[in-house]
């Protein structure tokens, strides 16, 4: 009885606080979204499936290639992590690759017919511009799905391969993995992301610069040690079970509370601590109304496991 007085006095408090029928908030952006149209997964560069309840995995799936990215892999990464963004059944997402590489980046013949084209020097910029920011936009889509990614390297993880996964939020890999920025030796400079993630995920400048500068390779212990991957693991399988856990984990959260942490992180990583302040204010003003915290909070009290529903 007391549990039951506690629970209905705190659930006024905070309806009186935050439910006012004048705050608009963003309850629109925290409101139930699940699609009741059929999702999509059926890829040829990728392979979608779900091994536990509201994880999904995504598998790069050209083998043969080792994994290498052509136009049609950029399209469908976008198209996934769109889908993700509504799908109701989606809460996490774990990141493999298929063969004996996790991905040896761009594939060079795609990208040979990409730059051979014909066109006077003003309107082939144009042209490049845009494919580069369409490629720019699948490891973009991960992010702004706001679905928590985690990604699980084994052996090569080169170039592109390197970009996608600086947009990812967590990163795995086994032993026998290793890294490399290679474009710097191919003649360019990094333009799918890289540049402009690795060095807010990399504490330690001058490092981040020498393997940027130098594009020389690094090891799945150098990478921990620098704190480009949270965990290294002996072998593929005991790789995939960690992220298949971690992400069973973030599933089994709060949906509306994960969305905004990621939110909160991202936007706080490109402003000042005043303005992300103010937006994650702005946020849980809102998710304060949401029926998860009400949930959360008689589950702790009860010692038992919350079940949200779908967002």
């Not at 003003?122 to 511009?129: D, I, P, T």
């Not at 936009?137 to 391969?161: Q, R, Y």
């Not at 390779?217 to 040690?225: G, L, P, Q, T, Y």
Request: net charge neutral.
């Amino acid at each position: 009885m007391a549990l039951k007085s506690c629970q209905r006095a705190l659930f006024q408090v905070l309806q009186g606080r935050f439910c006012g029928n004048n705050f608009v908030g963003r309850a629109v952006l925290l409101r139930h979204m699940t699609s009741d149209a059929p999702f999509n997964y059926d890829y040829e560069t990728l392979a979608v499936s779900q091994p536990r309840d509201y994880v999904k995995q995504v598998e790069l799936n050209r083998p043969e290639k080792r994994n290498a990215m052509n136009q049609t892999f950029f399209r469908e990464m976008r198209e996934c992590f769109h889908q993700f963004a509504e799908d109701g059944d989606c809460r996490a997402v774990v990141l493999t690759g298929a063969g004996k590489a996790f991905s040896t980046g761009l594939d060079l013949m795609d990208l040979a017919q990409i730059y051979s084209v014909d066109m006077d020097i003003g309107r082939k910029a144009v042209f490049l511009k845009r494919k580069l920011t369409e490629m720019q936009d699948a490891f973009t889509a991960m992010e702004k799905s706001l679905k928590p990614v985690i990604s699980a390297v084994h052996e090569a993880c080169i170039g592109a391969g390197l970009e996608m996964i600086t947009a990812c939020d967590m990163r795995l890999c086994t032993q026998d993995a290793w890294f490399q920025i290679k474009e710097v030796e191919m003649g360019l400079a990094a333009d799918i992301g890289t540049l402009q993630r690795f060095p807010k995920i990399i504490g330690n400048d001058s490092w981040l610069r020498e393997i940027i500068y130098t594009a020389r390779k690094f090891s799945s212990d150098e990478a921990r040690e620098k704190g480009f991957v949270s965990g290294v693991f002996e072998t593929r399988e005991a790789m995939l079970e960690g992220a298949l856990d971690i992400a069973t984990l973030i599933a089994s959260r709060s949906p509306i509370a994960v969305r905004t942490s990621k939110a909160s992180v991202l936007f706080s990583r490109d402003h000042s601590v005043a303005d992300g302040l103010h937006d994650v204010s702005t946020w849980n003003a809102s998710m304060l109304q949401s029926e998860d915290l009400m949930k959360a909070i008689s589950a702790a009290m009860q010692k038992t496991e919350p079940t949200f529903s779908k967002l």
